[in-house]
Structures are given as C-alpha cells and as structure tokens.
C-alpha cells in the first residue's frame, strides 16, 4: 500500500488505518461520531494526500481543458477554483473533480479522486495527443493535501499569523508559508462547513504540526475518512464509485449547474444536449427515513406499492438528524420531494420521504 507524508503523524495519534484505493488512511483517530462532532461544532484536520492532484500548463492548456471538463474555465480568474467533471463521449462520468487557476498564465491544478488517479491521467494524455503547448504533469506524490475544516478553522489560521487566509472568499486560493513552509492554501473542502485546504510541496508533517499545535487552544482534532464520508453524506455530495460512475451522467446525478452548455464543443455535450431535451429517465434524491433503520449502498428503493424504482448509493445513521438519510437515484416520476418510498432493508420494507438535499446547512459564514 501506498503511505502519505504523514503516516508518523496519523500513527503517533492512534489512527486506525486502512486501505483505501491503494493507500493507507486512517479511517478513525478518537471515534467516526466524535471528529464527525467536532468537525461541526469546533475544527477537523483531514489527510487527503491519497487524491490526485495533475498540473496542466501551457498557452494550450486552457482551450484543451475547456474541451475534456464540463464547466467553464472561462470566468475563472487566477486564484479561484470550480467544481467540474470529466465526461466520456457518452457524458458517462470518468470523474468529478476541482479545478484551480493558478497565478501563472496558462496553468492549472487538477484535484482528482484517489481512486481515478490513473484512469483520469490517462484520459488526458490520449486526449491531449497532437494540443500544441500543453503540459500533463502528475503532482500527486511530490504534492501532499491537508483540509482544514470546521467553524473554528478562520480562528486557528489568524492564531498562526495568516491572515491573507482569513479574508479568502469561498473557492479563492492564495500562497502562504505555514511552519516556513510554502503552501497552496484554497477555501474548498467537502464537509459543508467552512475550511480550507492546503497543497503542500516539502515538508508536510511541519505543516501538519503547525496547524495542530495552533489549533489546540480551538478544540482542534484530526479526523479520518469515517468522518468525512458522514459531513459529505449529510450535504449530499457525490462520492465517486458509490452515487456516480461512467454510467451516470451530470444531468442524472443533479449536478447541470457544473455543465455549460454555452461554452462550446466538449466531450460528451451532444449526448447530454439529448439528455437535457428529453429530460433523464432517473433522477438523483436524497431521502429521510420515517421510521428506524441504516439504509447502505445497494438497497432497493421501491415505490408506495412495492415496485422497485431505483436504488440507494449512499447511507447512514445522520448524527445531526438521529435518522436514517441517504442518496439514490430513482425513476423521474418519483423524484419529486415529498414522494413517499420505501427502503428494503435486509428485507424489511421501512418508509422514507423524497428530500431535496443538503440534510445540514451551516449557519456561520
């Protein structure tokens, strides 16, 4: 298995590591409810050097970035970021990921999903054959990536002197030294509350030690993947594998707002364009359940009457709600907030409600 940077550091706090798409994470330090707490309540520090991160540069980077992702980097000025996705001709997702525009012309950073590491450097290679002036470079070992995130999080980097950091806008970006150590540092994270995350070339467990030591006086703790699948479950954000894959397409999975039809030619458009016009057969929905129970990944979902009409991707007991939530995707017609459904679980039929999500929404800015 592969082993980031601070694989002393999770040690040394006790972590509980698996594997995870190949490397060893910590899955756990104190407990999954008590970081998924302090994370809302206080401040969580995440490892998330297990993702990908591929520097694409070049005066052709732009249009050839603009071609292979769904969004529009046209309105990105440098220091910002966006959510987007990499499609196949079939508008199947290869991928959701973020993309920064960094100060330099011509450059971007691509943060990739763990898992589709390989697969998404691939793409664009053969993607990128014959593009004049655009360089494909894999970042991710020499490029760690830490998430600060949690309501104390502004607090603890004014503490270390950073206040360029505590003036961030939501997906601006910056450069800071943290431990003396030069960081990338964006007001982005995947827990809905508010962080940043940190991009780290050099000595990441200073920086690492540094938050850690500053953030003692805010309740800070280092929180693993347990954690962080509740905070992104409980704000109805995608994880790749379980809620979209290359058989699933931005307009199924709701996410139309990360795809600009306007901007031009893109892989994938004309098939979404039919998509869009006739309207998806299956939609993407939170649901509640009504009575109690843990709904998983591949429970069936099926309608008032029985009938299956989809299935769950993603679910668990929500600490905030003490019920039963979860993702799926459903059948059109029974997408609309409000239906009432059924969960099969282990054979039980339990009864749910169709909801828009997030299931959380943070209050402070």
Not at 174 to 190: D, F, M, P
Not at 244 to 264: H, N, Q
Not at 326 to 336: E, P
């Amino acid at each position: 298995m592969q082993q980031t940077p601070l694989i002393a550091q999770h040690r040394a706090a006790g972590a509980k590591l698996v594997d995870f798409a190949g490397w060893e994470m910590p899955i756990q330090y104190s407990g999954v409810v008590d970081e998924y707490q302090t994370v809302r309540t206080k401040a969580g520090l995440f490892d998330v050097s297990h993702m990908g991160r591929i520097l694409v540069s070049g005066t052709g980077a732009e249009l050839f970035l603009q071609r292979v992702t769904t969004n529009d980097l046209a309105g990105l000025k440098p220091g910002q970021a966006q959510y987007s996705m990499v499609c196949n001709e079939q508008g199947g997702i290869k991928d959701d990921i973020f993309v920064y525009r960094l100060e330099n012309p011509g450059e971007f950073l691509l943060c990739v999903n763990a898992s589709n590491r390989a697969k998404i450097l691939a793409w664009l290679f053969a993607q990128g054959q014959g593009v004049s002036d655009c360089r494909i470079q894999d970042r991710s070992t020499e490029m760690a990536q830490i998430a600060l995130q949690g309501p104390a999080a502004r607090s603890i980097v004014e503490a270390l002197g950073l206040a360029a950091l505590a003036q961030l806008k939501l997906r601006q970006s910056t450069r800071v030294q943290v431990g003396g150590v030069e960081c990338l540092v964006a007001r982005t994270g995947y827990t809905g509350e508010f962080g940043y995350e940190f991009y780290v070339t050099g000595a990441v467990p200073m920086v690492w030690d540094a938050l850690m030591d500053a953030g003692k006086a805010f309740g800070l703790k280092p929180a693993g993947l347990g954690a962080r699948d509740l905070l992104r479950l409980e704000m109805g954000y995608l994880l790749y594998g379980n809620d979209i894959d290359e058989r699933t397409t931005p307009l199924e999975a709701g996410v139309d707002w990360a795809v600009s039809f306007s901007k031009g030619v893109f892989l994938g458009k004309p098939v979404l364009e039919q998509q869009r016009q006739a309207g998806p057969e299956r939609r993407f929905i939170g649901f509640e359940l009504l009575e109690k129970g843990v709904p998983r990944h591949g429970f069936t979902m099926l309608s008032s009457k029985s009938e299956p009409i989809g299935d769950v991707t993603s679910g668990n007991l929500s600490p905030l709600l003490q019920k039963g939530i979860g993702l799926g995707y459903v059948r059109s017609d029974f997408a609309k907030p409000g239906t009432d459904i059924l969960i099969d679980i282990r054979g039980k039929q339990v009864p749910a409600n169709v909801v828009k999500p997030p299931f959380y929404t943070r209050h402070s800015k």
